[in-house]
């Protein structure tokens, strides 16, 4: 799918939701920014702003599951957001394990010499971007 288009991955919190896109032919995976919660409509509203202006073919979200691979409180929070989408999103929607990805999204940060406190919405964004090359390349 990586090869017919632009995928969305999103890293969905509770303040925030990261975003992320990739570049077909899809090995090259950038943050694309964040969007500040503020009601589901809202929420939805602005995920297909996104998926529209970068001509998307899929969304990727990403899930938290707990050690057993069964979701967790959180992960029920994003299965509404997931679920949103699939009702009114015009391409398909996916999701992927999204483990670690905040914490390695802000070693990246800090590896770079950014500093992650003065920077949320790009640990976000990082994250988001951490989703999508794990839905891409599952290895």
Not at 18 to 28: D, E, K, M, T, Y
Not at 70 to 94: C, D, M, T, Y
């Amino acid at each position: 799918m990586a090869e017919s288009g632009r995928l969305i991955g999103l890293d969905v919190g509770d303040r925030r939701i990261g975003v992320a896109v990739s570049i077909p032919p899809g090995s090259l995976v950038l943050p694309a920014g964040h969007i500040d919660r503020r009601n589901l409509r809202s929420d939805i509203a602005s995920i297909l702003e996104a998926v529209s202006q970068r001509q998307a073919v899929a969304i990727v979200v990403g899930m938290p599951y707990d050690a057993q691979g069964r979701p967790g409180q959180q992960a029920r929070k994003i299965q509404s957001v997931v679920r949103a989408l699939e009702r009114s999103a015009a391409v398909p929607v996916f999701v992927q394990d999204e483990a670690f990805t905040s914490s390695s999204a802000e070693a990246e940060l800090r590896a770079s010499g950014r500093r992650p406190s003065r920077e949320p919405g790009a640990v976000d964004a990082g994250a988001a971007a951490a989703i999508l090359r794990r839905f891409i390349n599952p290895d």
